[in-house]
């Protein structure tokens, strides 16, 4: 779960990721509830170790009643550096 904006998301993420923003979390969530299972392991993730979005959408859902959360606290900056893959697309404005 990419918890940075979805700007960021669409730009480049971490394959297989959803995007549920801290910031549009309620307008976000209505599609995300549809399509994530209550007990499915979710992996939150935002841009690095000193973001808390993740922390954020974290509690959210634990308050949704998702139970199996994990943060990935070293984030998207991590990923990066150790370059695992990424998808997404340039977003131009």
Known sequence: VDARS????YELHIPGAVSLS?????SQYEEFKDAIAKDALLI????????RY???????LKGLGYRNIKI???????WVQARYPVQGFKVYS
Request: glycine fraction near 6%.
């Open 6 to 9: 979805r700007h960021s998301y």
């Open 54 to 60: 993740s922390d954020v959408v974290a509690d959210k």
């Open 44 to 51: 939150i993730y935002c841009q690095s170790i000193t973001c």
């Open 72 to 78: 990935f606290a070293g984030g998207w900056t991590e």
């Open 22 to 26: 801290a910031s549009r979390f309620d």
